[in-house]
């Protein structure tokens, strides 16, 4: 009986310290995982989203001329679209504004996707606006 009373009291002890220490890996493995992600992910130089830190709330295209990724959409709010080459992981982008019909027409040769298919008007062609630097912003409209 004695014994008993020993192997319950062992296993309850057990069970928590097996609580403890598993409070314990995450109080010091989430730490490591968040400055992992930040400083060797996140801040890495490679492949680097377009804005890094709170993206101004604008219709915008972007290019790396480096790799040929195309990154553009709404930033801050969305819908954004994100096509990354093969080359990207190991690309320091060299990010440059592109007008939206250069983005639609480079999306579609590079990856072969055709944005013009969603109903949103961010991604329909600006047939009367070839140059593209007039861009209507949704952002503002609302
Ligand atoms: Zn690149």
Redesign the pocket.
Known sequence: MVKAKFITGFLKIRSVLSTLASIVVAIIVIPILYVYFNFFVYRSPY?RPVYTFMPPIRLEFHK?I????YDGGVYGKGPLEHFR?K??TR????WQKISKNDFIIGVKKEFNVDLTHHDSPIWQLDIDKPDGNNITDPARSE
């Open positions: 492949n790396c480096r790799c040929s990724s080459s080359q990207a690309c320091k982008h060299d």
